[in-house]
């Protein structure tokens, strides 16, 4: 796979981890150990890209409360407890990225962060998802 298209099969593993995190009340590192043993094709993803994702995992969970501090802070009206599940965790995700990945582009972030809400939301949440994002990339001066 090329390595653009390979992280975000990364970062969709890592949305699906933490959607069983979610909803299944699993720890970070149980929702880890059983994703990718349960995938139809398991190395279809380098090690490497495999280690990007499980990263994401666990420092999407470590810092959720952060995290949800400053999409609180851009969501408006919106309580992030309130929010669809998949925009709460797409949020989540890349508001951890722009956080910890410095050297991705925070426009590589949000894109993939819109792909993943058209892929797994629908596009009537786009608009708001990237309006969240771009208010947490100008908070944390990310250009």
Do not use: C
């Amino acid at each position: 796979r090329a390595p653009r298209e390979a992280r975000h099969h990364a970062r969709e593993a890592a949305l699906q981890m933490l959607y069983q995190w979610e909803v299944g009340r699993t720890s970070p590192g149980d929702s880890i150990l059983s994703y990718w043993p349960a995938l139809e094709d398991p190395e279809a993803l380098s090690e490497e890209h495999r280690e990007f994702a499980n990263a994401l995992v666990r420092g999407t969970t470590q810092r959720v409360d952060e995290i949800d501090s400053l999409i609180a802070r851009r969501a408006q009206i919106w309580r992030v407890e309130r929010m669809a599940l998949l925009d709460r965790l797409v949020l989540r995700l890349a508001t951890y990225e722009l956080l910890a990945e410095p050297s991705t582009p925070p426009k590589v972030i949000i894109n993939e962060a819109l792909e993943l809400t058209r892929q797994y939301s629908g596009d009537e949440a786009v608009g708001f998802v990237n309006g969240v994002l771009d208010g947490v990339r100008k908070q944390l001066g990310r250009e």
